[in-house]
C-alpha cells in the first residue's frame, strides 16, 4: 500500500495535508497552536471522525505547552490546577467545531485524563506524557483500521463491486481507512472487481479524495454522481455498500455523511448488504438514538459555490446539514476492530461494546 499521511507530528508542530487542495496539489500546512488545529478544522483542512480524533489530541499537546509558556510569562509559575483549567476550556471549544464527529470529543477527553494522571510530575515529563499520549492514539489508529480491514473483507464475496460514499479512507484517519480500509483489504485479497464512489456533494470527498486514495492504489474505480447509486444498484452492478461513521447511538443508529440514508434505503429496497464500518471511539453509547446526534449545519456557499465559482444564481438560499442518520434496522452489520455486529439494533451495540466485542 502507499502510505497517505494526512497528519504529520515533526519537530514538535503538526502538519496536515491539505484537504481542499487535494487532488491537484500535495501540500501540508504547519499547526503550532490549537487555534491553528481548530481553524483546519472548521475549513475542512483535516476531517473525518477518527482523523479529528488525532489532530484533537495533538492539539491538546500544543495547548499544553501554550499554557505553560503563558504561565511562566507571567511569572506566575506552575499550577496544575492552571493548566487543567486551561485545557480543559480549549478543550470543549475545539469540541465544538464539528459537533457530529464524537472523535473529536473522544481524543479531547483521552488527553485530559492522562493529563490527570500526569499529576505531580514536572511541567517536562508532563508534557512529554501528553506527546506519547496523542502518539499512542495516532498509531492505535492505523493498527485499528486494519483490523477493521480484516474483519470487513469476511463479509465481502468474491467478484464484489462495492460502493463506497464519502471518504473513510486513509484521509479520513491516521492511515489506511475504515470503510476503504475494508475495500483495500477484500481488494488485496482479490475479492472486489471495481468500487464505485459516489461524488459527495457539495465537498467531494468521493471524486477528490476517494478516487485519489483508489489511484494511488491502483484499484479499478469509477466516479458516480451521488443520484446515480439507485441506477446502479438496479441495473445489478453493485453487490454492497460500505460507508463509515461519525457517531453511532447506543439504538445503532448512524450519523454519517449526507447522502448515506438515501443509499441505506436504496441498499434495502434492491437487497443489498449494507454495512458501516467504524471504530470503537465512534460508538457514543450515551445517546439513546440517533435523533439526539447533533447534525452540523455548513455554511450555505459550499454548495453555491465551488473553490470560488459560483454554481447558483447570487443570493440564492441553500440548506447544508453535513451529516445524516441512517436508522440501525437498515444496517446489515456492523465492521469494528474488535469483531462484527449484525444487525446492530435491538440493544445489541451496547451490550457488544460492553463484552468488547465478538465476531458473531
Ligand atoms: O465532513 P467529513 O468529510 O468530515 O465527513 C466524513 C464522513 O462522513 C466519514 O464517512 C466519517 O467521518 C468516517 S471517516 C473514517
Keep these: 500500500m502507499k502510505k497517505i499521511y494526512p497528519l504529520l507530528w515533526k519537530s514538535k508542530v503538526l502538519f496536515l495535508l491539505d484537504q481542499r487542495a487535494l487532488p491537484e496539489k500535495k501540500r501540508y500546512l504547519a499547526c503550532r497552536t490549537l487555534k491553528d488545529v481548530q481553524k483546519c478544522i472548521q475549513r475542512m483542512i483535516v476531517r473525518g471522525a477518527p482523523a479529528l480524533g488525532v489532530a484533537a489530541a495533538f492539539a491538546m499537546v500544543l495547548e499544553a505547552r501554550r499554557a505553560f509558556d503563558k504561565l511562566n510569562s507571567q511569572g506566575k509559575g506552575y499550577s496544575f490546577t492552571q493548566l ?22 473522544w481524543g479531547i477527553r483521552r488527553m485530559l485524563s492522562k493529563c490527570l494522571k500526569l499529576k505531580g510530575a514536572r511541567p517536562d515529563a508532563i508534557l512529554s506524557g501528553l506527546e506519547q499520549e496523542a502518539l499512542r492514539i495516532y498509531r492505535e489508529d492505523v493498527a485499528i483500521n486494519r483490523k477493521i480491514g480484516f474483519y470487513g473483507a469476511s463479509l465481502i464475496a468474491n467478484g ?6 464519502c471518504n473513510a479512507g486513509a484521509l479520513a484517519t491516521a492511515g489506511y481507512g475504515t470503510a476503504l480500509g475494508v475495500i483495500r483489504s477484500a481488494y488485496s485479497q482479490g475479492k472486489i472487481t471495481h468500487v464505485y464512489t459516489s461524488e459527495t456533494r457539495p465537498f467531494l470527498q468521493g471524486s477528490r479524495l476517494t478516487a485519489w486514495e483508489l489511484q494511488q492504489e491502483g484499484i479499478p474505480f469509477s466516479i458516480i454522481v451521488d443520484s446515480a447509486a439507485g441506477y446502479f444498484m438496479h441495473q445489478g452492478e453493485i453487490s454492497c455498500v460500505i460507508v463509515g461513521a461519525d457517531r453511532i447511538a447506543a439504538n445503532g443508529d448512524v450519523a454519517n455523511k449526507i447522502g448515506t440514508y438515501t443509499l441505506a434505503v436504496l441498499a434495502r429496497e434492491n437487497n443489498l448488504p449494507f454495512y458501516v464500518a467504524a471504530p470503537f471511539s465512534t460508538i457514543d453509547l450515551s445517546l439513546g438514538c440517533g435523533q439526539e446526534i447533533v447534525v452540523e449545519e455548513r455554511a450555505p456557499h459550499e454548495i453555491t459555490a465551488f473553490r470560488g465559482k459560483p454554481l447558483a444564481p447570487a443570493g440564492a438560499q441553500a440548506k447544508n446539514p453535513a451529516f445524516d442518520i441512517t436508522a440501525g434496522h437498515l444496517i446489515t452489520a456492523l465492521i469494528t476492530e474488535h469483531g462484527l455486529l449484525p444487525a446492530p439494533q435491538n440493544g445489541k451495540l451496547a451490550q457488544f461494546v460492553r463484552q468488547g466485542g465478538g465476531t458473531a
Design 160 to 165: 464484489s463491486r462495492v460502493l463506497t460514499h
Design 84 to 105: 487543567l483549567k486551561y485545557l480543559t476550556l480549549a478543550g470543549s471549544i475545539l469540541q465544538q467545531t464539528r459537533p457530529t464527529a464524537v472523535n473529536l470529543a
